[in-house]
């Protein structure tokens, strides 16, 4: 396999680009802001924060981003058998939406950092490692779509929660996320995970808190303090309630 390519650009005074007879590589594009509009083949998309596209060597592109219209991405061009066959394996969709792009963003950008040093510089392996692993959380994400009945836009609550569930959050940073209303987003949140949104933020610190009792030496005060709960005695009623012990019982056992 071999990336060609990686890079961002951004677009503030519009832009046009026509390919009628495609790229010589496989280019795959994330929208990270702005919107834009793109043609692959003889289909015409709507491109939104967290849309992807895969468009095929040698296959008719077009990429138009209106005047005054903010736009931004990251976008790859690669050849090799693994991508090939990863893309018949996700069954050649030539563009998805993600709910969750944050880390997805982050290896891009270590990958695009990577890609511009000179090629005798570059870390090849370390290259490989980093698409590939950008390339299966795409997968990943797309099998949760299909695998579970329930609507995108609660899925891209639940991811929201879980990047920023140890920190500060509230449910009105997590409606505006998906542009609802509170009320609007925590009635779907909770019709479809029968958990409301304060719930499923309290399960992700709980997760992370049993993680760091097994694998740290910090004192339960310290991990109540980093697991978002902000002090040892809230941390202590909410473990206690879910797992019927308090945390140095569990701490002890486990």
């Given at each position: 396999?071999?990336i060609?390519?990686?890079?961002?650009?951004?677009?503030?005074n519009?832009?046009h680009?026509?390919?009628?007879?495609?790229?010589?590589?496989f280019l795959?594009?994330i929208q990270?802001?702005?919107?834009?509009?793109?043609?692959?083949?003889?289909?015409?998309?709507e491109?939104?924060q967290?849309?992807?596209?895969?468009?095929?060597?040698?296959t008719?592109?077009?990429l138009t981003?209106e005047?005054?219209?903010?736009s931004?991405?990251?976008?790859?061009?690669?050849?090799?058998d693994?991508?090939?066959a990863?893309?018949?394996?996700?069954?050649?969709p030539?563009?998805?939406?993600?709910?969750?792009t944050e880390?997805?963003i982050?290896?891009?950008?270590?990958?695009?950092?990577?890609?511009?040093?000179?090629t005798y510089e570059q870390?090849h392996?370390?290259?490989?490692?980093?698409?590939k692993?950008?390339?299966?959380?795409?997968?990943?994400?797309l099998?949760?779509?299909?695998?579970?009945q329930?609507?995108?836009i609660?899925?891209?609550m639940?991811?929201?929660i879980?990047e920023h569930?140890?920190?500060p959050?509230?449910?009105?940073?997590?409606?505006?996320?998906v542009?609802?209303?509170?009320?609007r987003?925590s009635?779907l949140?909770?019709?479809h995970?029968n958990?409301t949104?304060?719930?499923?933020?309290q399960?992700?610190?709980?997760?992370?808190?049993?993680?760091?009792m097994?694998?740290?030496?910090?004192?339960?005060e310290q991990?109540a303090?980093?697991?978002g709960f902000?002090n040892?005695?809230?941390?202590?009623?909410?473990f206690t309630?879910?797992?019927?012990?308090?945390p140095?019982?569990?701490?002890?056992?486990?």
């Open positions: 396999m071999h060609h390519h990686c890079s961002y650009s951004s677009h503030t519009g832009y680009d026509t390919r009628i007879n495609g790229f010589d590589n795959i594009r990270i802001e702005g919107k834009g509009k793109t043609t692959i083949h003889q289909e015409t998309y491109l939104e967290g849309d992807i596209i895969f468009v095929p060597a040698n008719y592109y077009q981003i005047p005054q219209q903010l931004g991405d990251y976008h790859l061009l690669v050849t090799g693994w991508l090939d990863w893309w018949r394996k996700l069954g050649k030539h563009m998805a939406s993600l709910s969750s880390t997805i982050t290896l891009w950008r270590l990958l695009s950092t990577e890609n511009l040093r000179p870390n392996e370390l290259n490989t490692h980093l698409f692993s950008i390339m299966l959380m795409i997968e990943e994400e099998n949760a779509r299909h695998s579970i329930r609507p995108f609660v899925t891209r639940m991811r929201y879980e569930a140890l920190e959050l509230t449910l009105e940073e997590v409606a505006s996320e542009e609802l209303s509170v009320s987003a009635h949140f909770k019709d995970t958990k949104m304060i719930q499923y933020a399960h992700i610190k709980l997760e992370a808190a049993i993680n760091q097994k694998y740290t030496n910090m004192t339960l991990i303090f980093i697991c902000g040892y005695p809230y941390f202590h009623r909410l309630r879910e797992y019927h012990m308090p140095s019982q569990y701490r002890k056992a486990y």
